[in-house]
């Protein structure tokens, strides 16, 4: 019978709206379901791991009551699963949270999983670490270390749905594993099924960043047109128990899937399409067919699967200093020029105003930015339009945030000591969290998962206070 | 490439879509030919060599190509390109997201009305 996977989020940030439409077709067609969010990505982990740093009760995805809230009852009621990476750097949080929404829906009898293992960080002096492929340089000073999280597979979800979780709570875990697992738990897949695992781990790939399969992220007007942006659809992709996969979404939505769209998708954030990695099979795309087999229904298959690979990866973050950025515009008559000239007035006011070691960049949004370099090799090479509307935009970095602030204080100051005609500045810094990738060994992550016991949680939070 | 006087250029965005991912320091940009009969065309011109000639102002230091003749597709992976990265780049766009239209903004010599007649002729 067809496994419905049906997407609700797919980064932190996402519409909260989405899984709405997405739960009512899923209860209407009455098949074997579950509803997966993927609100964790390396900058989102790294903020994450920051705020539970500054406030112990928080570092868990900070729009989970409105991600959950409007289909929390309806998912219970249905026996559709739920399973989120809203845990982030506080699964334990998350969870507590989910119960205390589930009691006000009128169901305080939930079962939560809460899967546990990827936090390494303790351990991390001790065991066996890689570099990520051509990754390089000196692992970061214990007190400069944030976080390290290990990219756990689909076991330990599968685990926490076999202890009958109606909604699963992890941190990092390999996005398409929130997918594999609910196939894994239905159609008892072994773990050595590489071509299945390969399909499933796809079925993931192509739903986890939600509408990104599904016309958002997509239209080009006139070349690419997408229908209904506003109110795009999240995918629902139909499993069968041979690995066959379909794209579709809710009926009545917008957006579309097409093959374009899935093709976009299907190669997103892949590298080698004959080998991509993930913690429970590496996946073979080079024969892959994505055909449309009926309006918003797309097909894809020819996946196949080789072994998982021996080690985990791992991501560091660790603090690296403060970043700044501030931006005034200049319109009308020689805007150009008068943004230029704001650029070399703030560009030597810095060589003496700030130290040398300060790393700045200079933007003129509206004729060359994001496709630019560092050192404004775009803005040196082409000529702007003389009149139109430009926004000067610094962006600096340093370990210490008094520089930051100077810096940026800057181009504030063009206000009444720059050219004519400046307005709208804008100004703000932030402390910059790095990352990098390590490779761990399976044997070093001990990953599994409990249901979630909020009395057990309740009297260790006051133990811990106690302290 | 043969270059003849009967041959009009056109930017790849008129000829196929793209979307670009970041992992790190590595950006991939998913290449797909809206009519797979170009897809030869891109396989042609979109070559290592010229994708990390146009992105030589960004400091990318390697260009892997792979081609996925059953998606009318080539996978373009670079290699630092991104100068830090999400959590690193001062750039505003720090994944390097927009960086799928930098690429569309490459030239592409198609054959020209002659050419194309001729060959229907054949």
Redesign the interface.
């Known amino acids: 019978m067809t496994f419905l996977l049906g997407s609700g989020a797919g980064f932190s940030g996402d519409r909260t709206d989405a899984a709405i439409p997405v739960v009512a077709e899923l209860i209407r067609r009455g098949q074997p379901a579950a509803l997966l969010f993927e609100t964790l990505g390396e900058r989102t982990l790294a903020a994450a791991h920051r705020a539970r740093h500054d406030d112990p009760g928080s570092g868990f995805e900070p729009l989970l009551d409105e991600l959950l809230e409007p289909v929390l009852a309806d998912c219970l009621d249905n026996g559709i699963a739920i399973l989120g990476n809203f845990g982030a750097a506080n699964p334990a949080g998350a969870c507590e949270r989910v119960r205390v929404l589930a009691e006000q829906a009128g169901r305080g009898d939930i079962r939560i999983g809460h899967v546990q293992g990827d936090d390494i960080r303790s351990r991390l002096s001790s065991i066996d670490l890689l570099h990520w492929e051509t990754e390089s340089g000196e692992m970061p000073g214990e007190e400069a270390l944030i976080s390290a999280n290990v990219y756990l597979g689909a076991a330990p979800l599968v685990e926490a749905l076999s202890q009958g979780a109606e909604v699963v709570v992890t941190g990092r875990v390999a996005d398409p594993a929130l997918f594999l697992a609910p196939l894994m738990h239905h159609f008892g897949w072994a773990w050595d099924d590489w071509d299945r695992l390969a399909a499933g781990t796809m079925a993931g790939h192509l739903g986890e960043c939600g509408a990104q399969v599904s016309g958002g992220y997509f239209a080009d007007p006139g070349l690419k047109d997408v229908p209904g942006l506003a109110t795009v659809g999240y995918p629902i992709i139909e499993v069968e128990e041979d690995g066959s996969l379909v794209v579709t979404k809710p009926p009545g939505t917008g957006g579309c899937v097409t093959e374009r769209t899935v093709k976009e998708q299907l190669l997103y954030e892949v590298h080698d399409p004959g080998s991509y990695l993930t913690p429970d099979v590496v996946v073979d795309l080079s024969d892959a067919r994505v055909v449309e087999i009926g309006p918003d229904r797309v097909a894809v298959s020819g996946i196949r699967g080789r072994p998982a690979p021996e080690r985990l990866k791992t991501t560091v973050c660790y603090a690296g200093g403060w970043q700044g950025e501030a931006e005034i515009s200049y319109a009308g008559p020689n805007a150009f020029g008068r943004a230029r000239l704001a650029a070399e007035v703030l560009r030597e006011r810095l060589t003496f105003r700030a130290p040398p070691e300060l790393r700045s960049r200079l933007d003129i949004i509206g004729h060359a930015s994001v496709f630019d370099s560092d050192t404004g090799d775009l803005q040196q090479q082409t000529a702007g339009q003389e009149n139109g509307d430009y926004r000067l935009r610094l962006a600096v970095e340093h370990p210490e945030r008094r520089w930051v602030e100077r810096a940026t204080q800057e181009l504030l100051a063009l206000y009444c000591a720059g050219p004519a005609g400046g307005g709208g500045v804008r100004r703000q810094f932030q402390r910059r969290v790095c990352t990098a990738s390590y490779l761990v060994k399976r044997s070093d992550v001990e990953a599994f998962a409990t249901l979630y016991d909020a009395t057990w949680n309740n009297e260790r939070s006051h133990d811990h206070g106690a302290q | 490439m043969v270059r003849s006087e009967d041959e009009v250029t056109v930017s790849l965005?008129?000829l196929a879509?793209?979307?670009a991912?970041?992992?790190?320091?590595?950006l991939?940009l998913?290449l797909?030919a809206?009519d797979p009969r170009h897809y030869d065309i891109l396989l042609a011109q979109v070559t290592e060599v010229r994708v990390k000639a146009l992105f030589s102002?960004?400091?990318v230091s390697r260009v892997?190509r792979?081609p996925?003749p059953?998606?009318a597709?080539i996978?373009l992976?670079l290699?630092d390109v991104l100068?830090g990265?999400?959590?690193?780049a001062?750039?505003?766009?720090g994944h390097g997201k927009?960086?799928s239209f930098?690429l569309l903004g490459m030239e592409i010599a198609l054959p020209g009305t002659q050419q194309r007649k001729r060959a229907a002729d054949h």
């Open positions: 965005h008129r879509h793209a979307r991912g970041d992992k790190g320091e590595r991939n998913a797909f809206y102002h960004r400091g892997r792979y996925l059953g998606l597709g996978n992976v290699d100068q990265g999400v959590n690193g001062l750039n505003l766009d927009t960086l930098l």
